[in-house]
């Protein structure tokens, strides 16, 4: 759709929430989660960060590059449009493969440690069969991504 805002919310999109536990105090999750380190270590092979934000904030700006399987690399730009320092923040692509893409991950303390969601919304433009495709890579991605954090937070 070319021409179209991508940071425009389209009135049809599909919604997955992953929601995870974590032996960790919130804080630690959340400087996880921030850290460019701790994305790379969450991403899957191929993706290149090109320009990650010293501070997060809202209008700080995600420059990523990701060459997966091969393929063409794709570039994949994403605005910080919500934050709440120790809690959430939410990304907003402005460029990418989506028609449309907004991600909020939040943690709180929960029991003796901490949850962590991700809920994704995305539109891919395909309509409802190729936003439900998009959503099964998505979470299949998520297992993969959850294991390392785990690992990552164990030590």
């Known amino acids: ?6 940071r425009v919310r389209p009135r049809r999109t599909t919604k997955l929430r992953v929601v995870e536990d974590f032996d960790a105090p919130a804080d630690r ?5 921030l850290s460019r380190a701790g994305f790379l270590d969450a991403m899957p092979p191929g993706v290149e960060v090109l320009r ?6 809202e ?8 060459g997966a399987a091969g393929f063409h690399p794709v570039r994949w730009t ?7 320092a120790g809690r959430s923040f939410s990304d907003l692509q402005v460029r990418g493969p989506f028609r449309y893409w907004r991600h909020t ?3 709180e303390p929960h029991g003796t440690g901490t949850r962590h969601t991700d809920l994704v919304e995305i539109s891919t433009g395909l309509g409802p069969a190729g936003d439900l495709a998009a959503a099964i890579g998505i979470r299949g ?15």
């Open 29 to 33: 999750v959340f400087a996880l989660i």
């Open 1 to 6: 759709m070319r021409g179209r805002d991508p």
């Open 141 to 155: 991605a998520f297992g993969p991504r959850l294991r390392r954090m785990h690992t990552a937070l164990e030590g």
């Open 52 to 57: 990650w934000p010293e501070r997060f904030g």
């Open 59 to 66: 209008g700080e700006v995600l420059d990523l590059r990701w």
């Open 105 to 107: 991950h939040t943690v």
């Open 78 to 84: 994403a605005v910080i449009d919500g934050y709440e």
